[in-house]
């Protein structure tokens, strides 16, 4: 299975909060969801998943490995404790959450451990997240681009990432956008509302089509069912060229995840 297009992400989201929102997506139709060991919501995710009784071959569940967790020896024994936590015997896809803070651990060394963690059926697709050129390249040379199924990135209209994309892209690695709603600031932009009122849309529809539109994956998150449906349209929104360009021009490299232990971006 391919990584749906659009998913539910649940980074921030807690205890009946995250099996709120779960419930509503899956009831809503969504079947991709996101989540990471760092958000301390597997549980619960598992929880929601269970109750939904949407078959498992349906649904396409990611988790994320902490960097606490990156030595060869950690790693899959941390994967087997999500798994445990998720309810579920595998998972869609397994990535690395962040390169290890300071390149303490070497992106082989967990690139190789993650690669046994699919071969051993942890996993049926692996990838990586917040990785840099370098970090992407030194994957590469573990595992082959081939193995790398997603970069999970921050990637919305006030940040376009567009080094990291074009080097993906340029491997054949696709990208997954996290936060591409900017934390809401998408509503408030003046030219993504005109974009939005002339297609009697939504500024988050518009902001996921312009993702959706360049064959990115997207994963907002909502805890209101309203938003979750709404989020949906954007499925079936096609901006022009000219729309295209006019976000394209909204680009301020704002990054809004940057943890001190990031990596220096490209």
Do not use: C
Not at 64 to 73: G, I, M, N, R, Y
Not at 146 to 153: G, K, L, R, S, Y
Not at 190 to 201: L, M, P, R, T
Not at 208 to 227: D, H, K, V
């Amino acid at each position: 299975m391919n990584i749906p297009a659009l998913g539910l992400g649940t980074f921030r989201l807690k205890d009946q909060q995250v099996i709120d929102s779960i419930r509503n997506g899956l009831e809503l139709g969504y079947r991709h969801i996101d989540t990471a060991q760092i958000y301390g919501n597997e549980a619960e995710v598992g929880r929601a998943i269970a109750d939904s009784g949407v078959p498992r071959d349906e649904l396409f569940v990611t988790t994320k490995v902490w960097t606490e967790h990156l030595a060869a020896d950690r790693l899959i024994p941390s994967l087997e404790e999500s798994l445990a936590k998720l309810g579920l015997e595998q998972l869609d896809l397994a990535l690395i959450h962040w390169p290890s803070p300071g390149d303490a651990i070497p992106v082989a060394e967990y690139m190789n451990a993650l690669a046994e963690a699919k071969a051993r059926g942890l996993a049926r697709q692996i990838g990586v997240s917040n990785f840099t050129i370098a970090h992407m390249q030194q994957a590469i040379d573990a595992v082959g681009a081939d193995e790398i199924a997603t970069n999970q990135v921050e990637i919305h209209p006030f940040l376009h990432n567009r080094k990291v994309v074009g080097f993906a892209r340029s491997h054949g690695i696709h990208l997954t956008a996290y936060m591409p709603l900017a934390y809401g600031k998408v509503m408030e932009d003046s030219v993504i509302q005109g974009i939005a009122a002339a297609h009697d849309a939504t500024p988050a529809q518009v902001a996921l089509a312009w993702l959706l539109q360049q064959g990115f994956a997207a994963i907002p998150s909502s805890t209101r069912r309203e938003n979750l449906a709404s989020n949906q349209l954007a499925l079936n929104l096609r901006l022009t060229d000219a729309e295209m360009a006019a976000i394209a021009k909204l680009d301020r490299g704002e990054r809004l995840a940057a943890p001190d232990f990031s990596p220096k971006w490209d």
